[in-house]
């Protein structure tokens, strides 16, 4: 997998620590590489890598360090910005660094977080080049992969008693889920086995999860790649990722607060559907207190806003007059399927891309398809002008006698804003583009 070791932000840590499990444990860390300057302690947690502590190096390459610190997944930021990765759960801990190795003396911990993160990156090198069309012979490639991955099975089997007992072996387990994601997306039939095991090394209720980078990653890709992005199956899975994470509250507090924000400011449908559950059956019943009342009161407000343009509701009404100012009447009844374009000729991406959803009308407007188009501004001018420029004979339609406030009402905050409404008037997709609803259209009407 990819993002096994991606480039993460760091930032400094200005609070203390939330309550975890702590190790008093002293750093020794000598190296021939920097003298007389600073380097930094930086602590995974949640999506980001956080400092936690300055790391003075003398004029020898010397630093000794002694604090307590949450168990967990650690990295050594030196001044170039290069990382050292290691574990903090021992007592003692000595590091010792040149421009060809970086040594742990006898941690059992980071011993055996090293050598497997080793042969971790050595598979994920053989499989980008596997990707690679120009990458040599694929045949000498493959069967590397095929070697490593043995030698990735007979590593755990040698240690695995060391896997079980040590926090390291905690980050083993939870990488050590499907990883080769390419291959899985390719062999559909393979998918099932991947939902089932891609989270199965990760125990979620085990507070010390949250201090490690691959249980953001790990639980992000799950939720964004690996499941259909239908909202059933979202709320369904994050309900029973958040449920077990409850007796880890720090593990609670941050996978609520991750997706909520994220499903907040996404701009797909079906995500919501899923904010506006979270919201519900969370911070409206009490179990969210951590979460500031403003802010959960700007969501409140932020679900109001959009709550009759939800997949699944009912638009609202709106009276709209044609070019000539006639009553332009509508019923959805009368085709399978209607779409609802909000536009302006001011907006140049309109301009661009209104003309493609009218060839879409043209090729579906005899097989049960209508389009309203409705003018989002008050230049009647202009409007009617672009109309008669692209010879745009669908449905057009204005507010022009601004009864309504058609951007409050249908929550538009760019154009073009499109909605596809079946014959029931019911909402059945929106923001998708030109060649999406045609794709659409040519399966649920052809």
Known sequence: MRAILPAIAIVFLSACYAEAAEIRTQIRFKTSLWADTVGYLASFRGNS???????????????????????????????????????????????????????????????????????????????????????????????????????????????AENVEKTFAGKIIKAISGPNDLVYYSQHPSSAKWVKKDFLRGIDFADETMYYTEIFHLRTKFYMERVLEQN??????????????????????????????????????????????????????????????????????????????????????????????????????????????????????????????????????????????AVYTEIFEDEWKEFIKEENLSWHNGADTEQKGNLKRDFFISETPAVILVDSSGIIVDKRFTAGVLNQFLKANLD
């Open 231 to 372: 909202a059933d199956t979202i709320i369904n899975n994050l309900v029973e990722l958040l449920e077990k994470s409850k007796p880890a509250q720090e593990n609670f507090q941050f996978l609520f607060s991750y997706y909520m924000s994220s499903y907040s400011r996404s701009k797909y449908p079906q995500h919501e559907l899923v904010f506006k559950y979270l919201f519900e059956n969370y911070c409206a019943t009490g179990q969210t207190p951590w979460i500031e009342e403003a802010q959960q009161m700007r969501w409140e407000a932020e679900i109001g806003s959009f709550q009759n343009l939800l997949i699944g509701t009912t638009p609202v009404q709106i009276e709209l007059y044609d070019t000539a100012g006639n009553p332009l009447r509508y019923n959805f009844s009368h085709h399978q399927y209607t779409l609802l374009i909000f536009w302006s000729p001011g907006c140049a991406h309109c301009r661009a891309e209104v003309p493609q959803y009218y060839k879409v009308y043209q090729k579906h407007k005899d097989k049960g398809f209508e389009t309203i």
């Open 49 to 159: 890598l956080k400092v936690i502590d300055t790391l003075r190096i003398d004029e020898k390459g010397k630093c000794r360090r002694k604090a307590s610190y949450p168990i967990g997944e650690y990295a050594i930021v030196l001044p170039d910005r290069s990382q050292i990765r290691l574990i903090i759960n021992e007592k003692k801990l000595t590091i010792t660094q040149d421009s060809e190795t970086t040594d742990f003396g006898r941690s059992l911990e980071n011993n055996l977080y090293q050598d497997f993160l080793d042969i971790e990156r050595q598979l994920e090198k053989k499989r980008i080049q596997l990707q690679s069309n120009n990458s040599g012979d694929l045949k000498i490639i493959s069967e590397k992969v095929d070697q490593l991955e043995i030698t990735r099975t007979l590593f755990l089997s040698l240690n």
